[in-house]
């Protein structure tokens, strides 16, 4: 993201959002790529903030490569319901089975109003050799998007370091 946001995404001492071309209050369709860690549970509860009260709906999606596990995203949004800001009925979970997870995210995106994803959880070096998934998204795609970091525990030094 560039000099300014890194330090803060790297060390962020409270909850980030970032939001680019978001141009309305709230949203009738919003996709949240879920899978299961801290970012997802915030990028859930933005997604059910920014939704439209009246007829909108939170799409929480998992997309497997095939052979892997999918999360239940019922179980998971059941576990998190408090911290949610609109009622149950209005998330409609969603599973993939897919080798392109980016691909199969790119697609989902254009038949919805707004994509919230939470930052990855991958280790540094990961990133810097693959590319983490929220970023590519967010640089090969024009289309309203929100990414969140949750707060999170100080890590040791030398996972900071890696």
Not at 54 to 69: F, H, L, Q, R, Y
Not at 85 to 107: E, N, S
Request: hydrophobic residues 45%; contains cysteine.
């Amino acid at each position: 993201f560039g000099s300014t946001l890194d330090p803060i995404l790297e060390r962020n001492p409270c909850d980030v959002i970032i939001l680019r071309n978001c141009s309305q209050r709230t949203y009738k369709q919003i996709l949240v790529p879920v899978a299961g860690g801290p970012h997802s549970v915030l990028a859930l509860k933005t997604a059910s903030t920014l939704l439209d009260p009246e007829d909108g709906m939170v799409i929480p999606i998992n997309v497997a490569p095939p052979g892997k596990s999918t999360i239940d995203i019922e179980e998971f949004i059941a576990k998190n319901v408090a911290e949610m800001r609109c009622r149950l009925d209005r998330f409609v979970p969603k599973y993939v089975v897919a080798r392109d997870v980016l691909g199969t995210l790119v697609a989902e995106a254009g038949n919805v109003d707004l994509v919230v994803v939470g930052a990855t959880c991958e280790r540094r070096l990961r990133q810097f050799a693959t590319g983490s998934l929220p970023e590519t998204l967010a640089e090969k795609t024009a289309f309203p998007l929100v990414m969140v970091k949750a707060r999170t525990p100080v890590e040791s030094l030398v996972n900071r370091w890696v």
